[in-house]
């Protein structure tokens, strides 16, 4: 079943500008697009989309996090 573009980014869990962002920047290749110029997302396209969130959006591992500062003792 083909979605538009506010319930694919639903699907994903990004906003529909991030999408149109990605399209624009051409960070990911472009999906199909009705008579009307609407993109129409097809299933394979989500899962496509949904492992790129998941790869951009992935936490970094411990390795390269930041130590949080420790608050003064004094400040207590």
């Known amino acids: 079943m083909a979605l ?3 319930e694919a980014a639903r699907e994903i869990g990004v906003s529909p500008a991030t999408l ?3 399209f624009r920047q051409a960070k990911v290749r472009d999906v199909a697009r009705d008579r009307n110029g609407y993109r ?3 299933p394979e396209d989500i899962e496509r989309l949904r492992a ?3 790869q951009r ?3 970094p591992p ?3 996090r930041r ?3 420790r608050a ?3 400040a207590r």
Do not use: T
């Open 52 to 54: 790129y969130a998941n």
């Open 72 to 74: 003064h003792a004094a």
């Open 67 to 69: 130590a949080r500062p």
């Open 20 to 22: 149109k962002r990605w």
């Open 62 to 64: 411990l390795s390269r």
């Open 4 to 6: 538009f573009i506010g």
């Open 57 to 59: 959006f992935e936490p």
């Open 40 to 42: 129409v997302f097809e």
